[in-house]
């Protein structure tokens, strides 16, 4: 069984302080994991996919197998980053590829 | 990009009734379509997958029966909640898979049930 879990569920920070968004992983395969935002009254969209080890918005993400974490973290935070954050893994199920999502993380940047 | 519709954006019905909901992938095919459902301040719940020109894979404790999953083309895939109940109310989403492991994801659908 894949799971996801995001401790917090509401994470407050000010303008121009890190911030980090946790992420845990329990699955027996090779995962592939991603980041998704859903701002106010938008879609859910892909913000960042550790295969691609890019930074986007200027969030990044690193993928600890050992510790099974994948927390996303970005140095100076914004007010536009205020948002749902949902870590979610891929993996097989049967012969599918699923999505599980971890519950969500709000994040709300303070002026 | 790749952009996924889902029709309508919200509903309204009576219990007992049943209420379709379309998804559409707009600018590039998807023989993999995913239903998920959200409850408020809750986190996305897969309930089936839904592949072209074949049956849809329920989660589990999703019935069957009462969720039917239609992926008729390439483009559409189609959600009937049959006899809706007051329970079924909720945010159903839907995700459009292009590629081994891009989904896009619909604006969703807010269903209330009277």
Redesign the interface.
């Given at each position: 069984a894949q799971r996801v879990t995001q401790p917090e569920k509401l994470l407050s920070v000010f303008k121009g302080a890190p911030v980090e968004l946790k992420c845990n992983y329990s699955y027996s395969g090779s995962p592939?994991l991603?980041w998704y935002v859903q701002y106010s009254r938008?879609?859910?969209?892909?913000l960042l996919?550790h295969i691609s080890r890019e930074s986007i918005k200027g969030f990044t993400a690193d993928l600890n197998k050992g510790e099974t974490s994948f927390h996303l973290k970005k140095p100076f935070a914004q007010e536009e980053d205020s948002a749902m954050y949902?870590c979610a893994l891929?993996g097989r199920s049967?012969s599918?590829?699923?999505?599980?999502?971890?519950?969500?993380t709000q994040l709300t940047v303070l002026p | 990009g790749a952009v996924v519709s889902q029709h309508p954006s919200w509903v309204i019905c009576k219990s007992g009734t049943s209420v379709k909901i379309e998804c559409r992938s707009l600018d590039f095919q998807a023989t993999t379509m995913f239903w998920y459902r959200q409850f408020p301040k809750q986190s996305l719940m897969l309930m089936a997958t839904s592949n072209e020109g074949s049956k849809a894979t329920y989660e589990q404790g999703v019935e069957k029966d009462k969720f039917l999953i239609n992926h008729a083309s390439l483009t559409l895939s189609t959600l009937t909640v049959t006899s809706a109940h007051p329970e079924d109310s909720s945010f159903y989403i839907c995700s459009a898979r292009r590629g081994p492991d891009e989904q896009y994801f619909g604006p969703g659908t807010r269903l209330t049930v009277t």
């Open positions: 592939e991603f938008q879609r859910l969209q892909l996919r949902y891929s049967g599918a590829r699923q999505l599980t999502f971890g519950s969500g | -």
